[in-house]
């Protein structure tokens, strides 16, 4: 026997047991377990600094590497039964429906305000203009733009929870 295999046979004579028992307890399958062992030992006989150190925290330090492997092994996709398929499936597309429902909803809450406060909010939320440009389209200035927009907002907000809207 060369040292390798010496010093691989020790290691495993004083380790395997205790590790073996361990990942059995941690999966509760004893199938697995040999692996798992068998990938711990092999670590750690490939890391010399390991081997160096006294049997306990040798032990300690291969316990860690086994219940890492473990947890690989349950995060593993092989093991959520995942299985590449040919063809992606179809994806799934949103239902317009409750866009739809939000729109009615909010043009009615906007027909019970002032048509000032409709035209501000109209021209800067779905016009997409700012205050000044709306000051100009509308021949009023910035400041009445600002003021209308706040107050138009609030009436709306009030509006929207008449209506059971509650975000």
């Not at 300690?60 to 093991?79: G, I």
């Not at 000044?132 to 907000?157: C, F, N, Q, W």
Request: charged share 30%; glycine share 6%.
């Amino acid at each position: 026997m060369d040292d390798d295999e010496e010093r691989l046979t020790a290691l495993y004579d004083v380790h395997a047991g205790p590790i073996r028992r361990y990942v059995v307890h941690l999966t509760g399958s004893t199938s697995s377990a040999d692996d798992v062992v068998q990938e711990t030992l092999l670590r750690a006989w490939r890391t010399p600094r390991i081997l160096e150190q006294e049997v306990a925290t040798t032990r300690a330090w291969m316990f860690t590497v086994a219940r890492h492997l473990v947890v690989d092994e349950a995060r593993s996709a092989q093991r959520r039964h995942e299985r590449p398929v040919a063809e992606v499936p179809e994806r799934v597309t949103a239902d317009a429906t409750d866009r739809l429902f939000d729109a009615i909803l909010i043009e009615d809450a906007l027909a019970v305000l002032s048509d000032e406060h409709r035209a501000v909010i109209v021209a800067g939320y779905y016009g997409g203009r700012g205050v000044d440009e709306i000051a100009r389209e509308l021949g009023i200035p910035a400041g009445t733009v600002k003021s209308r927009m706040h107050y138009g907002l609030r009436a709306l907000r009030l509006a929207l929870q008449e209506r059971g809207v509650i975000r």
